[in-house]
């Protein structure tokens, strides 16, 4: 259980206590043959689903309070079909306002920076959170979001809660298994 000083009820997550000296909250953990469906909508992504022993999304709200006053540390963990592991690690990560806004800084890993990415259009950085039932991406005349909710700006190259999740800058095999954890 986690207890912040914010007035809210308390709430129980799943911690990792051995990856890089331990302390990680997961917020997102898949893994093949992706039996549940991440195909939600905006209320699901909201609150929550799934099961944190297993597959899970923690939930917006819940992202939005672990990150409200102070800055916390994005570390992305993904496995392919080969064995092959890497990962993601963005030392500054938020999650804020009504529609669930994405923020994140300084980038390191193994398998490139698919979020903070370069190009404008293709950067999720300041971008808001969008599911099937709720388009608030950057694309005018288009949705993104059609099997999963993700930042997305204008698409976006990287999408962990598709039916088949995907990271573009490491796209050397089909990914198996994801996990997203802030600490």
């Not at 994140?104 to 890993?109: A, D, H």
Request: with cysteine; glycine share 8%.
């Amino acid at each position: 259980m986690i207890s912040l000083d914010d007035g809210q009820p308390d709430f129980p997550v799943y911690c990792d206590h051995s990856t890089n000296e331990g302390g990680w909250i997961v917020f997102q953990n898949r893994y093949a043959p992706f039996k549940m469906s991440f195909n939600r909508e905006w209320v699901e992504y909201e609150r929550g689903f799934g099961n944190l022993a297993s597959e899970h999304w923690l939930g917006n709200e819940i992202l939005k309070r672990l990150t409200a006053n102070t800055t916390r540390r994005l570390l992305i963990e993904l496995t392919n079909e080969k064995g092959e592991s890497g990962f993601a690690q963005f030392l500054s990560f938020k999650v804020s306002g009504r529609i669930n806004t994405l923020s994140v800084e300084s980038y390191s890993g193994s398998i490139g920076d698919s979020i903070s990415h370069v190009e404008p259009s293709w950067n999720l950085s300041y971008v808001a959170f969008s599911t099937p039932d709720r388009d608030n991406d950057n694309n005018i005349g288009g949705k993104c979001s059609t099997n999963s909710g993700w930042w997305f700006n204008w698409c976006s190259k990287c999408d962990l809660n598709a039916q088949n999740p995907w990271w573009s800058t490491w796209a050397n095999a089909a990914i198996t298994r994801t996990m997203m954890k802030l600490r």
